[in-house]
């Protein structure tokens, strides 16, 4: 089962993904795609390590994270925290946007169809201004088809503002339709 939680910066996300997998009464592994490129970041890794419950596995994965997602305990929950630094380290590799959205399609795909849980946070980075320049454009218009992909996957989707959550998409009651 795939859920997915898109918003903004500090919107609330990972700690309701953390929540999400904490409930989820199976093993977690998390997996994370930012590097720690600078201080600033490394803070932020720092904090994000810090909120996680120490019996939970952790692997940091920027680029291959398909792979990753494979090796995890077929019936555990994954929380991938996140599509939004996942696209842009990929961007940065040089990885065309076929190439990343071929990619986001067979990551989505694979966390649609794992036994356990799959958290899937990202940004929502489309609401705001266009951007000024040509990378900042392909990589909000980049981002917001991958978000596409994983929510159109996901057995549940939800937009978090300020710690609340509004539901794009749940799965019906009872269960999937047979």
């Not at 966390?111 to 705001?128: D, P, Q, T, Y």
Request: glycine share 8%; net charge negative; hydrophobic share 50%.
């Amino acid at each position: 089962m795939l859920t997915v939680l898109l918003g903004g910066a500090r919107s609330g996300k990972s700690a309701l993904a953390v929540r999400l997998a904490s409930e989820a009464g199976t093993p977690v592994t998390f997996l994370a795609t930012a590097e720690a490129l600078d201080g600033e970041m490394a803070a932020r890794i720092a904090t994000h390590r810090a909120s996680r419950p120490p019996t939970w596995s952790t692997v940091e994965e920027p680029l291959h994270v398909e792979a990753a997602l494979s090796g995890a305990p077929a019936a555990s929950t994954v929380v991938l925290d996140c599509l939004t630094m996942w696209v842009a380290n990929l961007l940065g590799a040089g990885a065309s946007d076929d190439d990343i959205l071929t990619s986001a399609a067979a990551l989505s795909d694979l966390a649609a169809h794992r036994a356990g849980l799959v958290v899937a946070v990202s940004n929502e980075v489309g609401s705001g201004i266009v951007p000024a320049s040509a990378i900042s454009r392909q990589y909000r218009d980049l981002l917001g088809q991958v978000n596409t992909l994983f929510a159109l996957r996901a057995t549940e989707a939800f937009l978090v503002v300020a710690g609340c959550l509004l539901a794009l998409k749940r799965l019906p009651v009872g269960g999937p339709a047979a």
